[in-house]
């Protein structure tokens, strides 16, 4: 079975501080890890996945295997970071996304 | 042209009553998913179709939730005899094709409360 789990409900920092939203899975076979994120009030959308290796929005996210990890970083968050972010997980064999519950990031001021 | 739109946004209903939830997914996307969210949680797969035929129903929690696809384009979810744990956001989400590769892109969803 796969399973994503993210241990946060809740991030909260100031402007300009580094932020790390922490993903965990679990899944036998080779996955493929997504950032998916949900501004207030917008629809969930793609903010990137592992295989593209690129930096969104100043965010980025590395696969690690060994520990079966897929952290979002970014060095120095910005008010407009506010969201939901969900981390989610797919593989050969199956088209569905696996989520995990999400953590809501809150960058004050 | 638009995205994955979704309809109605919001359904009430009283506990019992039978519901219809509408997706219409990105033009010429092949790939449709059906997601349940409850509060507080993240999206839970709920069912697949590739242009009409629905591949995977796994994630179905109970025979009275039917999904269709019957022209490979508009999909509907059909909830019997709705029940207060059916209460959640329904997500609809399409995508050019199967690989997943392909991204999904999602609905605003459809917000159901049963009373």
């Known amino acids: 079975a796969q399973r994503v789990t993210q241990p946060e409900k809740l991030l909260s920092v100031f402007k300009g501080a580094p932020v790390e939203l922490k993903c965990n899975y679990s899944?036998?076979?080779?996955?493929?890890l997504f950032w998916y994120v949900q501004y207030s009030r917008q629809r969930l959308q793609l903010l990137l996945r592992?295989?593209s290796r690129e930096s969104i929005k100043g965010f980025t996210a590395d696969l690690n295997k060994g520990e079966t990890s897929f952290h979002l970083k970014k060095p120095f968050a910005q008010e407009e970071d506010s969201a939901m972010y969900y981390c989610a997980l797919s593989g050969r064999g199956f088209q569905k996304l696996v989520f995990g519950t999400g953590t809501r990031l809150l960058v004050s001021p | 042209g638009a995205g994955v739109s979704q309809s109605p946004r919001y359904k009430v209903a009283k506990r019992g009553q039978d519901v219809a939830l509408r997706c219409d997914p990105i033009s010429g996307h092949v790939s449709l998913f059906w997601y349940q969210q409850a509060l507080g949680q993240g999206p839970e797969f709920l069912t697949y179709?590739?242009?009409?035929?629905?591949?995977?129903k796994s994630g179905l929690p109970s025979d009275r939730f039917f999904a269709e696809r019957p022209e490979g384009s508009v999909s509907t979810l059909k909830i019997q005899r709705t029940q207060q744990e059916d209460s959640a956001v329904y997500l609809c989400?399409?995508?050019?094709?199967?690989?997943?590769?392909?991204?999904?892109?999602f609905g605003p969803g459809t917000r159901l409360t049963v009373t």
């Open positions: 179709f590739q242009n009409e035929a629905q591949l995977d």
């Open positions: 592992h295989i």
């Open positions: 899944y036998s076979g080779s996955p493929e």
């Open positions: 989400a399409s995508s050019l094709g199967p690989g997943i590769n392909n991204e999904q892109y």
